[in-house]
């Protein structure tokens, strides 16, 4: 088999197809997934243009991270679950704040149980202090009562390990876990005033979050060292509180410390755009889900189809190889053949001007108030491209407001001619985003089909040389 798929004998590669087709039918697609038996590796399959190590944005399985971070500190005696917050940090709490407030521990903020209403990090995402301005938020109900999912609880998760050992959480991390799985130090966003943002913005590869697994369902042991102890995975993959109000089966089964469970057993960590790993120890089974997910109600359901049919013969590897390879291939394109320079209309976003050119390939030039920045477009196969896409680029709405952001996003482009005109397709690399950019009839549409970005529409005016 390929590098790109692995079956092994006794694993029905025909259920692996057919759940990747029947995924598809739901707006559910597969980028990579991992699946291991009692620590053995029994399928992996990494579609086309995408690779098993490059890492991309979990989104909410950040939190799991942080809930193992937070383990670490547990063992070290550095942290308690009863560790109260404002008495650990009391430099970072407000002036005023209720009793209520001054009581909440590590383990209200761990079970989802801070006392707020809603999640609060967009009120902390460009605070001068990111837990200060948690703490200044008032609270509806008694910490430890109540479930209300709340990313911002997280970040001030991370910001007690940080204050606990003295080292950024990714530093921490590293040192402790990623290190010693063989992971490189990955990426983790922070908040404006630098703290890790904890339940969101971490990257990692398909290898790196199933090794995470394979540690948690082995119990805290990696190469016969333990990374983490068995009572602290106990504690955290339990139940401490419950989303009742969510009407999903696996997000009504119960929370635990940053863990959901599953309503078939088992733990799992869950991102935005259905970023998943889950761990099943009735069934030695460990799976990571890397993709592009609308419904991931929808995604679980598969998920257990897929699981309870999988041990039933060996079926067609070469069929599911060929899924892999061709699954996002786009269709072959007419060469563009041309050279075309618009100015763009009145757009509030500094896009001045576009030049599309080139015969097999198609470059796009972005000329804006932040400068230059082109990228190259395949006709019939994907290029991977490093470029600002600054006020283009989704996300996850209010909680990751980052549009404006001049970072440099990585992106596979590739054209095709669409009825009216040309058909950009960007599939990002980093994150499980996907937009489609029509030019046609005078204008630029922008459509997110992964993602959150308001459909954006731009007046485009052939101008014959750059002015």
């Known amino acids: ?77 550095l942290l308690t679950p009863d560790t109260v917050v404002s008495e650990l940090m009391p430099e970072r709490m407000p002036e005023e704040m209720s009793e209520a407030a001054r009581g909440i521990r590590l383990r209200d903020l761990l079970s989802m149980q801070s006392g707020h209403e809603e999640c609060k990090l967009y009120k902390m995402r460009w605070a001068d202090d990111a837990v200060k301005a948690f703490f200044e938020q008032p609270l509806t109900c008694g910490p430890g009562t109540k479930f209300a999912y709340n990313t911002g609880a997280t970040c001030v998760c991370a910001a007690c390990v940080e204050k606990a050992t003295g080292m950024k959480p990714v530093d921490f991390l590293y040192e402790k876990l990623f290190s010693k799985l063989g992971i490189k130090k990955p990426r983790w966003r922070e908040t404006g005033d630098g703290s890790c943002l904890g339940g969101t913005g971490l990257y990692l590869s398909s290898d790196d979050i199933t090794k995470f697994g394979l540690m948690l369902a082995n119990g805290g042991v990696w190469n016969g060292e ?31 410390f940053q863990f959901w469970l599953n309503s078939r057993g088992g733990f799992r960590g869950d991102g935005a755009f259905g970023q998943l790993l889950l761990v099943f120890p009735e069934r030695g089974t460990v799976m990571s889900y890397m993709g592009e997910v609308g419904n991931m109600a929808a995604e679980m359901l598969h998920i257990y189809s897929l699981l309870d049919k999988l041990e039933s013969g060996d079926g067609d590897a070469a069929a599911l190889e060929k899924t892999a390879e061709t699954f996002y291939l786009p269709a072959k394109s007419e060469p563009f053949g041309g050279d075309v320079l618009y100015e763009v209309g009145e757009n509030g976003i500094g896009l001045q001007k576009i030049r599309l050119y080139g015969e097999n390939l198609l470059h796009c030039v972005l000329y804006t108030d932040y400068g230059v920045h082109e990228f190259v477009c395949g006709g019939g196969d994907y290029i991977l491209n490093h470029l600002v896409l600054r006020n283009l680029n989704p996300n996850i709405g209010f909680l990751d407001p980052d549009t404006g952001s001049l970072e440099r996003v990585s992106v596979f482009a590739a054209y095709e001619k669409s009825e009216n005109g040309w058909l950009i397709t960007l599939r990002h690399a980093d994150t499980c985003h996907v937009q489609r950019w029509y030019f046609g009839g005078g204008k630029l549409r922008i459509k997110v089909f992964v993602g959150d970005l308001p459909e954006r529409e731009f007046t485009l005016a052939e101008i014959k040389e750059e002015q």
């Open 1 to 77: 088999m390929g590098e790109r798929v692995f079956v092994k004998k006794g694993f029905n590669a025909d259920a692996v197809n057919e759940f990747i087709a029947a995924c598809a039918a739901d707006g559910i697609n597969l980028r990579a997934m991992q699946i291991y038996k009692h620590g053995e590796p029994a399928v992996k399959v990494c579609m086309a243009p995408y690779r098993f190590d490059m890492p991309m944005h979990l989104y909410s399985l950040s939190k799991s991270f942080t809930s193992a971070a937070v383990g670490v500190c547990c063992d070290m005696g």
């Open 226 to 256: 333990r990374i983490l102890s068995e009572e602290y995975i106990r504690l955290a993959t339990s139940k401490h509180s419950q989303d009742v109000n969510n009407g999903s089966p696996d997000w009504v089964a119960g929370y635990g």
